[in-house]
């Protein structure tokens, strides 16, 4: 039966006939409806930082949903999940008596950062700071001003102009930060975003001192840091938030994905006294925004839980040791002819590259991320020339050894 299903980010016309259905999964494995076994050497789209099946996450909802299964924080509403979440996750964030916007998922956190940060300096007095900065590269989700910031342009072209106070600077460059800024005034400049390792735009780690230099340029100039952690954070940097180990403090943190290891959909936005305060302190300025499941009782359960799970199971330091050997497993992938780069060493994430000569057309690509599914392993296809993986942050040595042995397997069939 074809599927009435349309697909996020998918060629309808070409997957119609096809879908690629997944049934079950546990540990680092999914399984299709023939109970055929493939690493999910994606963990989802980035999400699934503990990894599958962890029946403590749906307890807590099945515990949480029998007792408040829903209800809203808007006004003076609250429950005692999303208070208690909040409480543990501005205890863990890098910055000074966090307050803690939860959304439903990491495009709403983007915007929700952008209007915040907007507002923030309308209520300074200073109107006229609206100017986004982005880098080259980035990827900021498929809301209004996710989709403005793109910096990868083939996700804003054709839907018009989405967002006009918008500029994207050099992926690697700080003084291309700096030198924007001077040209558009830094008193018209209200936020810079950047991805701590850049995720869609093909798994691309910050230059050594890059990020250091672009917190001390937004320091220098009053604009604000937002760090988008929703890939890097809860485990997948190694840390919490996904700027700790360059020591960064942001003034906004938006982060999603790995809160709840994608068990259900959570964003949020940690926002620092400096931003917090013009709210928190003046009677009267609300902040005019917010979803409708913000503060969720139930989802709040199953962050709560994952949360336990990755302190318990130390995953963040366990991400650290085995990043190291994630970047090796794919070095050795790389030995084959056809790969011409491997990226990662930084998180547990990495790509290779196939050579240009190696990918005719635009279909070869798909192609060989279908043998290495074939293979057993998920895999995305990135940037159009890169598969990019980034597994759960339990997997182990003989299952980094697998996602090895058929990555380099599948490539080497297709091609
Ligand atoms: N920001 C980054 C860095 C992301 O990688 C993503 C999604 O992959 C988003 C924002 C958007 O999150 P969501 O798809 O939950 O809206």
């Not at 869609?200 to 009053?222: F, K, M, S």
């Not at 943190?253 to 917090?276: D, E, H, M, N, Q």
Request: some cysteine; hydrophobic content about 45%; glycine content about 12%.
């Amino acid at each position: 039966m074809e599927t009435k299903l349309w697909h996020p980010f998918a060629n309808m016309a070409e997957v119609k006939e096809h879908p690629f259905v997944v049934d079950r999964a546990e540990g680092v494995w999914v399984y299709d409806r023939d109970g055929k076994r493939y690493l999910d050497g994606t963990a989802g789209l980035w999400y699934c930082n503990v990894g599958h099946g962890r029946s403590e996450i749906v307890e807590a909802v099945a515990g949480q949903m029998r007792k408040l299964d829903t209800y809203f924080t808007f006004h003076d509403y609250s429950n005692e999940p999303a208070e208690r979440l909040a409480a543990r996750l501005s205890a863990l964030a890098p910055m000074d008596d966090a307050k803690i916007f939860f959304t439903s998922g990491g495009g709403e956190s983007i915007d929700t950062a952008a209007k915040l940060a907007r507002l923030y300096w309308a209520r300074r007095g200073e109107p006229e700071r609206v100017h986004i900065l982005s880098r080259r590269g980035s990827y900021h989700g498929t809301n209004g001003f996710g989709t403005g910031i793109a910096g990868i342009e083939a996700n804003r072209d054709g839907f018009g102009p989405v967002l006009a106070d918008a500029t994207r600077v050099d992926r690697d460059d700080p003084e291309d930060l700096r030198a924007a800024i001077e040209r558009i005034g830094a008193g018209k400049v209200a936020a810079f975003f950047a991805e701590p390792v850049q995720g869609a735009g093909g798994a691309w780690a910050p230059r050594p001192g890059y990020l250091e230099a672009v917190a001390d340029i937004c320091a220098e100039t009053g604009v604000l840091f937002v760090a988008d952690s929703v890939i890097g954070g809860f485990g997948r940097l190694g840390d919490w938030f996904g700027v700790e180990r360059w020591g960064l403090r942001p003034d906004l943190i938006t982060f999603a994905k790995g809160v709840t290891s994608g068990y259900l959909p959570l964003g949020g936005v940690a926002v620092s006294a400096r931003v917090a305060d013009v709210f928190w302190q003046a009677p009267g300025h609300a902040f005019p925004h917010g979803p409708t499941y913000s503060g969720h009782p139930s989802v709040a359960a199953a962050a709560l839980a994952n949360l336990d799970i990755l302190e318990r199971e130390e995953l963040p330091a366990r991400s650290r040791q085995m990043e190291k050997l994630l970047h090796e497993a794919l070095l050795a992938v790389g030995e084959h002819a056809a790969v011409t780069e491997v990226r990662g060493g930084t998180g547990l994430l990495g790509a290779v590259r196939l050579a240009p000569e190696a990918l005719p057309d635009k279909s070869v690509i798909h192609r060989v991320a279908r043998s290495v599914r074939e293979h057993g392993l998920i895999v995305r296809v990135l940037g159009g020339d890169s598969l990019v993986v980034s597994p759960p942050l339990t997997i182990t040595d003989e299952e980094l050894d697998f996602l090895r042995a058929s990555m380099t397997a599948g490539i080497e069939a297709a091609l």
